[in-house]
């Protein structure tokens, strides 16, 4: 791996970092100003929103300039988010505005890692990003839950460092003036990301309508393409439920384990643990042809999901928890470097991230605002985790019939898919 590699995870880890323990304190801010849960429970649809609506645009952008560049406003953006929810905007507003940052951080992130690593080194590199990417989501959480304890909050209120005593009131206040640093930390990193030499495609006059059509053939060329459409489809269901289970798992911690949010969130980065070690192993384990071989874990993930209902005593939680964790990060890290090679080849690396990101983060908005509008009407933690559970073990076995299919019908074509990808793995 290559020395601008390393920038790169430490920009990422800091961002990351940032991200999610912003997300515990966006939790307990709404909690301690009494906001209903349908409006906790959309704190993870409402980051998700500049994800879909953006999509169009945010890969060409990240294709059309250095993407170290694109990195350091998209970090400016998050802390803009930041800030606002500090000095009094609506948490769900504001996480809104740094789901934005990060909208646009993604296609630059995943896209660099194309540009300056042969393909022999993808699934490699995406088990260290993601293994660090999780890594930061256990810290995150764990460290989001940690600043709006009211000791830690104490403590550094009297240091007097995390902002002015008129604004910095209250524990998860200080947190969020503390996490205006930690975003500043990864946009230096990020500055120092160096230029790969790939050739940049310029953004057209007309961006605002010329992008639309061009964005909707790429999406369309993925879903077409026999391979791209089951990793497509495979990463699109694992982030659809991974990402509203970090509220999900706060939720039952509750329900279950009278747990309150410091440590629910401890729970949330126990998952994140599992999927780091998932993440690492399959890196080491699994080619780039035999990414399809790891979806019938996924059916394994919902039944493990659906018996959580029954866990009532830590000791059964942790290790369920842990497995449920390595068998996503088992199953995503060969998908998504499968998805990112045929996009690459297809249709360029930013473009082929944002049409990603557009499918994963709609599931995730879809199935938030599915649980923000029950826990309107009284859907429990217990109802919700059933839910999801039943969505993966059904979803799961279609996208297996769907490969199946293909192999029976398409089987020379996937052939020479599969060829191709051992050879460019091979260097």
Request: hydrophobic share 55%.
């Amino acid at each position: 791996m290559t020395r601008g590699f390393y920038t790169i995870m430490a920009a990422q880890f800091f961002s990351s970092l940032a991200d999610n323990a912003l997300f515990v304190v966006a939790v307990q801010l709404l909690l301690e100003n009494g906001a209903p849960e349908w409006q906790r429970a959309g704190l993870v649809p409402m980051f998700a929103l500049f994800y879909v609506v953006l999509a169009p645009w945010v890969g060409a952008f990240a294709d059309s300039r250095p993407k170290g560049w694109v990195m350091f406003i998209s970090n400016a953006v998050k802390i803009v988010g930041c800030v606002l929810m500090l000095f009094g905007g609506h948490p769900v507003l504001a996480y809104a505005i740094v789901g934005l940052g990060a909208a646009t951080y993604s296609p630059a992130k995943y896209g660099i890692l194309t540009e300056l690593l042969p393909p022999s080194l993808l699934v490699k590199a995406n088990g260290w990003i993601e293994g660090l990417t999780i890594g930061s989501i256990i810290l995150g959480v764990v460290l989001g839950g940690l600043l709006v304890d009211p000791r830690v909050a104490l403590w550094l209120h009297q240091i007097n460092w995390a902002g002015p005593n008129a604004w910095v009131h209250s524990a998860p206040r200080v947190a969020i003036a503390s996490l205006v640093v930690v975003y500043a930390v990864a946009a230096i990193f990020n500055l120092y990301i160096p230029r790969t030499g790939a050739r940049m495609r310029r953004l057209p006059r007309r961006a605002m309508w010329l992008l639309l059509p061009d964005f909707w053939r790429c999406n369309r060329r993925l879903w077409r393409d026999r391979l791209g459409q089951i990793s497509l489809s495979t990463t699109t269901l694992f982030w659809g439920v991974s990402g509203n289970m970090r509220y999900i798992v706060l939720a039952w911690a509750a329900a279950a384990l009278g747990y309150n949010t410091t440590h629910g969130a401890a729970l949330v980065g126990v998952v994140a643990a599992g999927t780091a070690v998932g993440a690492v192993l399959v890196s080491m384990r699994i080619r780039l042809d035999r990414a399809t071989s790891v979806m019938p874990l996924g059916l394994v993930m919902g039944i493990i999901l659906i018996a959580m209902v029954f866990v009532r005593h830590l000791w059964i939680a942790v290790p369920a928890l842990v497995l449920l964790g390595l068998l996503g990060g088992y199953i995503v890290v060969p998908m998504n470097a499968l998805l990112q090679h045929r996009g690459h080849c297809l249709v360029g690396a930013g473009r082929s991230i944002a049409a990603q990101n557009f499918n994963e983060q709609a599931c995730i908005l879809g199935l938030g605002m599915l649980y923000s509008a029950a826990a309107g009407v009284g859907l429990s933690a217990f109802g919700a985790i059933t839910l999801f559970g039943s969505a993966v073990i059904v979803a799961m076995g279609a996208i297996m019939a769907w490969h199946a299919h293909n192999r029976r019908h398409h089987g020379a074509e996937l052939e020479v898919l599969l060829r191709r990808a051992r050879r460019d793995q091979a260097g």
